[in-house]
């Protein structure tokens, strides 16, 4: 079973950056498309980015508007999400997400595994 684990969360002030981590465990990340998802307190999950496995097709969400870069170093197993321009809207816990092969999606049932998440808390 192919786990993904987030980590780099954290608590900034409004302004601050913050690069979130997704590392595999027991898979090889470049067989898998990756997404990163956010729900905050009383939300609904929302999509936030992605990048597909070779690392040519990358969407975020509406909301992103610049401040974020989704990335992938397949040789570290690893994508990154970092996060710049924080705002106190941003705070919530954010989710990797991945499925395996070529296909994306910004629907968050349409992927396969998750991470357990990391909080992102972004104070005025």
């Known amino acids: 079973q192919a786990q993904f684990i987030e980590s780099g969360g954290g608590s900034v002030q409004a302004g601050g950056s913050l690069r979130l981590s997704c590392a595999a465990s027991?898979?090889?990340?470049?067989?898998?498309?990756v997404g990163w998802f956010r729900q905050g307190p009383g939300k609904e999950r929302e999509f936030v980015a992605l990048i597909n496995l070779t690392g040519d097709i990358i969407y975020y969400g509406d909301f992103v508007k610049g401040r974020f870069t989704i990335s992938r170093d397949n040789d570290k197993n690893t994508v990154y999400l970092q996060m710049n321009s924080l705002k106190p809207e941003d705070t919530a816990v954010y989710f990797c997400?991945?499925?395996?092969?070529?296909?994306?999606?910004?629907?968050?049932?349409?992927?396969?595994?998750w991470g357990q998440g990391t909080q992102v808390t972004v104070s005025s």
């Open positions: 027991g898979r090889a990340m470049s067989n898998y498309g």
């Open positions: 997400a991945a499925r395996w092969g070529h296909s994306w999606s910004k629907i968050a049932r349409d992927w396969a595994y």
